[in-house]
């Protein structure tokens, strides 16, 4: 378990496509809440008045009997706050709404008053916030792609399905041929050797907190020719002691087309597929249009 300094804050702001005060509401109303944050809601906006959210969807898993969470802070269009204890812990979360554009600059300050008892917990939190705030955009963008998670899972996973205009083959070429995965996976330089305990490398480099890390793949563990494709995924934040992740590519023919069965497995806690699920219906998206189109020219 890490040591962390108590209290600490974890701290997020990003773009979103939507005013003030649509993303407000998306806070405020229960009903909206249900959609995109929790299993069950009660909202009252004032100082003091309830927030509370519990059930399956909700870090910690509290029932509704023991969710207390309450507001703090009620400035419609502007800022939001509220008091929630995860596992015995006083938190704090702090949301400011600026107008941006045509959308909204969302701030997020979460104070964490003591120690979770968890591993990696600023990376629990950080997560958490990264698949709650991924759900949002979905919401606000009128709901397809929710996915809410089940922190009561042990074995969680990401699970996505598509269909390639495309047979077999074709798709499974551009899964394994670098000079396909350079145009849909993001690398520029992808090396891939075409059998089980091959490499498979896509030469991602970027920093997390100032740390230099080389991110994706680095294996191929399963390997049936136009049927699977399975590699391993190590930690995106270039954390050695998290291991265990993998993604697996399943080829189904389907008519004249592919069913392409997605799996990311190997999570420890289900808040760590943070923002994974909308990253990989992104990268399935940019891998259709690579199979599709050299047939439709």
């Not at 407000?24 to 959210?53: C, I, K, M, N, T």
């Not at 934040?237 to 993998?246: A, D, H, L, M």
Request: glycine share 10%.
């Amino acid at each position: 378990m890490n040591s962390v300094e108590i209290p600490w804050t974890h701290e997020h702001s990003f773009k979103l496509e939507a005013p003030p005060d649509r993303v407000y509401a998306a806070f405020a109303d229960p009903s909206e809440l249900r959609r995109w944050f929790a299993e069950g809601a009660e909202v009252r906006l004032e100082a003091g008045g309830p927030y509370r959210f519990w059930g399956r969807h909700t870090l910690g898993t509290p029932p509704e009997a023991e969710a207390a969470q309450a507001v703090i802070q009620a400035d419609p269009g502007r800022a939001f706050a509220f008091a929630w204890t995860i596992d015995g812990v006083p938190t704090e979360v702090r949301i400011a709404l600026a107008a941006e554009g045509d959308g909204c600059r969302l701030t997020l300050r979460h104070m964490v008053r003591g120690d979770l008892g968890r591993p990696r917990q600023r990376e629990l939190i950080d997560d958490h916030w990264r698949l709650a705030f991924g759900n949002l955009v979905c919401h606000l963008a009128g709901g397809a792609g929710v996915v809410l998670p089940d922190y009561a899972d042990p074995k969680p996973a990401v699970r996505l399905s598509i269909v390639i205009a495309a047979p077999k083959e074709a798709v499974f070429r551009a899964l394994i041929e670098p000079e396909a995965i350079n145009q849909w996976f993001g690398s520029k330089n992808a090396v891939v050797e075409p059998r089980v305990g091959g490499r498979y490398e896509l030469n991602w480099k970027y920093q997390v907190d100032g740390v230099d890390v080389s991110g994706g793949p680095t294996r191929i563990l399963e390997f049936v020719e136009n049927e699977r494709l399975v590699l391993d995924w190590p930690d995106w934040r270039g954390n050695p002691s998290v291991n265990g992740q993998w993604i697996g590519f399943y080829l189904v023919a389907e008519g004249a087309g592919t069913r392409v069965n997605f799996v990311h497995g190997g999570f420890s806690h289900p808040a760590e597929q943070g923002d994974y699920p909308f990253g990989w219906v992104y990268f399935l998206g940019e891998l259709t249009k690579v199979v599709e189109q050299p047939r439709r020219a």
